[in-house]
């Protein structure tokens, strides 16, 4: 048996604990013993029939944005780590101290990280590590530096800047300091879950991607009647324009809105949206709709591709952006402006419904991925791991 410490540093919501909890679940069926470091405990999700798992907080990031920054758009990876800690060493040197002393405690014989780049660079050359990630949050990692998100967005942080911290840090830990700043995400084995059509770096992606993170259900043809299926924030910038549009469709529409403000949820259930209280089976809600509307979050947008079904986005962030324009480029989805209205939602949303070449697009491209081979993500992390684990 041997000891896995399966970490996730930054973002929200529930997506990274699933992920990892999946993992965990079945290196614990191979007789394994993982220990979950994350980030948020309470978001700790665990299959059923898994058992109990060890859970213990990760180290907490704090984002430190430079003084006098008003906007922040990161243009690449590298920016994300510039504001999480790697952006001078007086603060990434505690961050890796910790990290340092939780694989001290720990003592696993592989580390399984997502979105965790100071847990990447603690367990460099000291622990074998798999990194997981969309194609977001994985960049191809072949050059000294991240290529952009976007060419058109100043960097936050000078790559230079985020290697001499990287390097300082080091070697106030006494430890071995990367001539790259890529080094220690190129040297790491990694997995890439998602489909090329949605992965902003397509062009310069050297390595294979493993398909959605976890299986998806054959598709089936959209159902006769117009249906929506809405997964909105609450926290969106204009969400209560987002909300009132969606109220005019009625009966037509299902929504799941994460603590959703109650007089919110009252308006919309009087309207005759069904509200739900939990969140459904992704595959299941988008397979019963004709429209999915959402941010662009990545585990949506990718169900919705595989079953067939067009999207209408309203991003928040900019990985969300980033899909979005790639899914509109395709010609299988919509996408609402920064700050459209209660009206303009409605009508977006109706002619989108109505749209039957955005229907049938969204169709014959859920056709192509199944013929290519979907793919698994979480069966490829496993195998992956087990591999390392053995060798």
């Known amino acids: 048996m041997a000891t896995v410490l399966l970490g996730w540093e930054l973002g929200r919501g529930i997506g990274y604990a699933r992920r990892l909890a999946l993992v965990a679940a079945a290196l614990a069926r191979l007789g394994h013993r993982p220990v979950l470091a994350l980030r948020d405990p309470a978001a700790t999700w665990v299959p059923a029939g898994a058992g109990a798992f060890e859970i213990v907080p990760a180290p907490y990031v704090i984002g430190r944005l430079k003084p006098g920054t008003r906007r922040f758009t990161p243009a690449s990876f590298a920016d994300l780590m510039a504001c999480n800690g790697f952006g001078h060493s007086r603060h990434l040197t505690p961050l890796l101290a910790a990290w340092r002393g939780l694989l001290d405690w720990v003592r696993p014989a592989l580390v399984v990280a997502e979105y965790s780049p100071a847990l990447t660079l603690a367990a460099w050359r000291r622990v074998p590590t798999l990194l997981l990630g969309t194609p977001y949050l994985l960049p191809p990692a072949e050059e000294p530096w991240f290529p952009a998100h976007r060419s058109d967005w100043p960097a936050y942080a000078a790559p230079e800047e985020i290697l001499t911290a990287m390097v300082e840090a080091q070697r106030q830990l006494g430890l071995t300091a990367p001539e790259r700043m890529t080094q220690p995400f190129a040297e790491a084995a990694r997995l890439v879950y998602g489909f090329p059509e949605i992965d902003p770096h397509a062009g310069r992606r050297r390595e294979p991607l493993a398909g959605p993170f976890e299986p998806v259900p054959e598709a089936t043809p959209p159902p006769a009647e117009m249906l929506l299926f809405a997964y909105l924030s609450p926290e969106a910038k204009g969400f209560a ?147 390392m684990l053995e060798g």
Do not use: N
């Open 241 to 387: 324009e987002l909300a009132d549009g969606l109220s005019t469709l009625g009966g037509l529409a299902t929504a799941y809105i994460p603590d959703c403000p109650a007089g919110t949820a009252e308006k919309l259930g009087q309207a005759g949206v069904k509200v739900l209280s939990e969140p459904p089976p992704l595959a299941t809600a988008v397979a019963a709709a004709t429209l999915i509307f959402h941010h662009g979050g990545i585990d949506t947008a990718q169900t919705a591709l595989a079953l067939g079904r067009p999207q209408i986005l309203a991003p928040r962030h900019l990985d969300q952006s980033l899909t979005a324009g790639l899914l509109v480029d395709l010609g299988l989805a919509r996408r609402l402006s920064a700050r459209v209205g209660a009206a303009e939602t409605a009508s977006a949303l109706r002619q989108a419904l109505a749209d039957r070449q955005l229907t049938e697009a969204a169709w014959v491209r859920s056709q192509i991925l199944r013929r290519r081979g979907m793919g698994s993500g979480l069966e490829g992390a496993v195998e992956r791991a087990a591999a």
